[in-house]
């Protein structure tokens, strides 16, 4: 129930955020389309005034080359071909008379950047969608030229971007939106889902994992890819703990009924026979190494006994193990050879844990290993590793077993 209630809430955040980076998203699309349409703005109105600023160079060139005639004629063809005088063009001469051009009136001071086109008087017909006039004044020899440009083509250019930017703008912000809000809610799809696994492992399902996403490779898959590493690893080690407490359970259950069965027959018996004594003391001792060994082993897992570890001769543990085991190996029909270098097998580590593993894996390959089989215990150096090395010509352990003969008091049949 508390995860049906945390979803809904969930969700809203995530819509939250999903319209909250929209609405950050339109802000800054807002800004960068701004500033495009006032620098197409800017450029295109320099543009305009670059054109007129090289028709008076032209211009200029044509007095200098050809007189004033040629002047005169050059703009009076110009305002004659300017089409419903989208340009208009005023020459006055150095008395201040009209001398050529379309523009009828011409103005008491400085001539202004800017003109409306109902302030100027012009002749022919103008262009109803010319609102105004860029307006330059260039000097030509003793002659003044006044050119204008309508801006209706800057208008238009103009018009169509700004139409441009709103139409992509509110694309760019819808699908911004749309985007945003499924991004949002696939991202809390998954969240909810390592919740919901978290939540279920920790009610003791521990084969519960999360979900993989196919082609997936964001975070959010590599935290869930960890999350069910971490996952498997905790499995494995319950498992284990789980197997090593059946395994104690079984090991100590046998000494320990011997031990109560002879404890009873001393209880109920007028005399002490001196057999049963040791008998007992026997198995007291194998609960206690038992145990023993079992609290070293986890004290080398933490660390606490690492200090403790010092050099220790493998071939010296070999023969003593080969020497113990050897009349119970001819009792089974076994042969034992050794198989060491002259030189030392120096290794750091517990004496007695060494001890005690190479006594169990000797003893337990002449308790299973058939008559005539051979047990060889070797030891290499390496420039790596120092090796020891127990095999048999035996049946061998079986493969669905191979990958279990490591952990704590596995047992095979």
Not at 213 to 232: F, H, Q, Y
Not at 247 to 262: G, S, Y
Not at 316 to 345: C, K
């Amino acid at each position: 129930m508390a995860d049906n209630l945390q979803q809904p809430s969930a969700l809203r955040t995530s819509i939250r955020l999903s319209l909250q980076y929209s609405f950050l998203y339109a802000v800054l699309s807002a800004l960068v389309f701004a500033l495009a349409y006032g620098f197409t703005q800017y450029e295109v109105e320099d543009w305009v005034l670059d054109q007129m600023r090289s028709d008076a160079e032209i211009l200029s060139e044509i007095y200098q080359d050809s007189g004033a005639n040629a002047l005169i004629s050059r703009v009076d063809a110009l305002a004659e071909v300017s089409f419903e005088n989208a340009r208009i063009f005023r020459l006055v001469g150095a008395e201040g008379a009209v001398i050529s051009g379309n523009l009828l009136v011409g103005f008491d001071g400085p001539v202004p950047r800017f003109v409306p086109a109902e302030d100027l008087q012009l002749k022919g017909a103008s262009n109803d969608e010319v609102e105004g006039y860029w307006m330059r004044e260039d000097q030509i020899g003793p002659y003044s030229l006044i050119q204008g440009s309508g801006d209706h083509i800057v208008a238009e250019i103009l018009e169509a971007l700004g139409l441009s930017l709103v139409i992509g703008y509110l694309a760019v912000v819808l699908l911004g939106l749309v985007v945003g809000v499924r991004v949002g809610r696939i991202t809390e799809q998954r969240i909810t889902a390592i919740s919901q696994t978290l939540s279920s492992v920790s009610s003791g399902n521990l084969s519960a994992r999360i979900p993989a996403v196919a082609n997936a490779r964001d975070d959010l898959s590599r935290v869930s890819g960890e999350i069910n590493v971490m996952l498997d690893r905790i499995k494995r080690l319950l498992e284990s703990q789980e197997q090593i407490s059946n395994d104690i359970a079984h090991d100590m259950r046998t000494p320990l009924q011997h031990l109560r069965q002879r404890l009873e027959k001393l209880r109920n018996s007028p005399s002490v026979a001196p057999e049963d004594v040791s008998a007992s003391l026997e198995q007291t001792e194998e609960i206690i190494a038992t145990f023993n060994a079992l609290l070293r082993i986890a004290q080398i897992e933490a660390g606490n006994r690492r200090e403790m570890f010092e050099r220790t001769d493998l071939a010296q543990i070999i023969a003593n193990v080969v020497e113990v085991f050897e009349p119970a190996a001819e009792d089974e029909g076994v042969s034992l050879t050794i198989d060491v270098p002259d030189t030392a097998l120096d290794v750091l580590g517990d004496r007695g844990l060494l001890t005690q593993m190479l006594s169990n894996l000797v003893e337990n390959a002449i308790k299973h290993c058939p008559q005539g089989t051979t047990v060889e215990i070797s030891g290499q150096t390496t420039p790596s590793a120092t090796i020891l090395r127990v095999a048999d010509n035996g049946l061998g352990i079986p493969a669905h077993d191979r990958e279990r003969i490591f952990q704590r008091f596995f047992r095979g049949e």
